[in-house]
Nanobody, 127 residues
Framework: QVRLVQSGGGSVQAGGSLRLSCEPP????????MAWFRQAPGKELEGLAA???????RYADPAKGRFLISEPYSDSPGILGMGRLKPDDSGMYYC?????????????????????WGQGTQVTVSS
């Protein structure tokens, strides 16, 4: 069982920044796709961004221009950097991992691609 460990998040005022981390259980020697999703209360899971081992990234509309995804290395976790946060960005944030290959078109919004998930971390943005 592959378990991802998340850290970061918390509370911030609108316009602020936060950084989320996602630690895979072992060095990611082969190809992979890591992604970030979020879910606000009463809403569906929403895709944000996905990154392959080679660093190529894809962003969904809510993340474009404000969020930055980076891939995990052997000694560092995957990161989702979030800036210019808005109250609508509040919710539970999840990282996800697919070890079968690189990201493909639509990975940033396709939660069904990912068999492994982190435990989630709460982000709250106040106005």
């Amino acid at each position: 069982q592959v378990r991802l460990v998340q850290s970061g998040g918390g509370s911030v005022q609108a316009g602020g920044s936060l950084r989320l981390s996602c630690e895979p259980p072992r060095p990611t020697a082969g190809r992979y796709c890591m992604a970030w999703f979020r879910q606000a209360p009463g809403k569906e899971l929403e895709g944000l961004a996905a990154v392959s081992k080679d660093g190529s990234a894809r962003y969904a509309d809510p993340a474009k221009g404000r969020f930055l995804i980076s891939e995990p290395y052997s000694d560092s976790p995957g990161i989702l950097g979030m800036g210019r946060l808005k109250p609508d960005d509040s919710g539970m944030y999840y990282c996800a991992l697919d070890l079968s290959g690189n990201c493909r078109a639509g990975s940033q919004t396709d939660s069904s691609q990912f068999p492994y998930w982190g435990q989630g971390t709460q982000v709250t943005v106040s106005s």
